[in-house]
C-alpha cells in the first residue's frame, strides 16, 4: 500500500468545521499561524520533552513536533473532539515524537521543563494549571500583546524574560521561572 503522507494544512482544512477547530479568522491566515507556530520550535533546546497545553487544533504543538524530530511533545487538550483530531494528526502525519493527553492539565501526572499554551489562558491562570508538573525551574513559550509585561510579582516564582516579534502586534514571549528558594 502506497502511504501518502499528508499535510498538517490539508488536514485542519477537512476538519476544522465538523470539529470545531479553529475560527475563520485562523483559517483564512494559515500559512501566517504556521508560521508562528515554528517560531516556538526554533527555541527550543536539542531533545527537550515539551507539554503543550490546549493545544486545540495543534497550535503550536503539532507544528512543534513536526518541526523538531528530537522534541517529545505531549499534546494536552481536555476537549474530547479537538483531542480526537490532534490523535489523528499524529497518526497521520507520521509524528513518532508526539502524544496526545486527552484530558484537563490539571490531571497530567509528569513532570516537563517545558512548557507551550497559546491563546489558553493569562499568566497568573497558566502557572496555576501546570504547577504540579513542572520542576524547580522551568520554561513557558507564549505569545502576548507587544504591549504585555508579567506581573510583577508571579506567585513563588522568579521571572526571566526573553520576546521576539512575531508579528507587528504579538511577541513570542520565552519565560525562565525559577521556584524562590530552589538552587539554580
Ligand atoms: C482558544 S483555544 C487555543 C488553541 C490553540 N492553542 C491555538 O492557539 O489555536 C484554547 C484551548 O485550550 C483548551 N484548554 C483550556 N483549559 C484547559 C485545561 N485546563 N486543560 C486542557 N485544555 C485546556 C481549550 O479546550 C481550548 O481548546
Redesign the pocket.
Known sequence: VFHVKQNFETLVRAYAGALDL?GPA?LKDWAV?ENAARRYAERLPEGVRLL??????????VVIAAERPDVHVVL????QR?AAFLRLAVARLGLGNAEVFA????DFRECVGWIS?????DLPTLVA?VQHAVPDRWHLLT?RPNTWYPPGDLMNYDVELEREALDDRHDLVVLTLTARGAAR
Not at 52 to 61: A, E, N, R, T, W
Not at 76 to 79: A, G, L, N, Y
Not at 117 to 121: D, K, L, M, P
Open positions: 479553529f485562523v499561524h503543550d497545553v490546549g493545544s486545540g487544533g495543534g497550535l503550536p504543538g494536552c487538550e481536555r476537549r479537538r484530558g484537563d492539565v490539571r499554551a497559546q491563546a489558553v489562558a494549571l505569545r
